[in-house]
């Protein structure tokens, strides 16, 4: 895993804004602006063909009295941003370090035998770019959340609740700040009612185990 490629000194270059990465990149102006940037190649081909194609603005999510953990993220996210007087070397190290933190999540993710995620928004979706990579979400998706509970025999609940104290640690990194919101929110989303799902996730293995197929595998 190259390290050097996520050091914030090399953001500029590699046209990366710390104000738009995970989770701020769901900024609607950004968006907009990301979504008019790859339109404009096939709006050109279409114009060619005499076709017109209408852009679909982003679907509003309905409103809700609870902020949702992606809101909340966000909140975190740009609170914690550094400020003229951060130092440089707290700077680096608050912005570097959850970007190798979550390479190293994905580069885990392959060791469980998880391919690359088509499914949501996902720590296990591939990328081509730096800019991509960084505004991937730091978790996993339900359908991986599922398959990495069953490879480790852990639930949701238990890996949230060590993600928020690893997090808890870190909350001058913007990402890790954002990060250990959301995994809060989360948490409040399963409820207190909920039976600790590592003991779910275990009951629910040993109920599968005889009538599982095994995973399978690509090449
Ligand atoms: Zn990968
Ligand atoms: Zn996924």
Known sequence: MGAARYNPILDERQGLQEDHLWPACHCEDYMKKCCDAAEKPRKAEMKKDSQQLSYSPPISLPSSTTPSPL??????????????????DDVKLNIWLPRIAQTASHELGHCFALDHCTYYACVMQATSSIVEDLRQPPYLCPVDEAKVGRATG?????????????CEKHVDAPTFAAFGAWVRARLGELGESDEPSAKRQRKLVSRKESRELPIERSP
């Open 71 to 88: 809101r909340v993220a966000v909140g975190a996210y740009t609170s914690a941003l550094p400020t003229s007087s951060s130092s440089s």
């Open 154 to 166: 852990t639930g949701e609940r238990e890996r949230y609740e060590a993600i928020e104290r690893f």
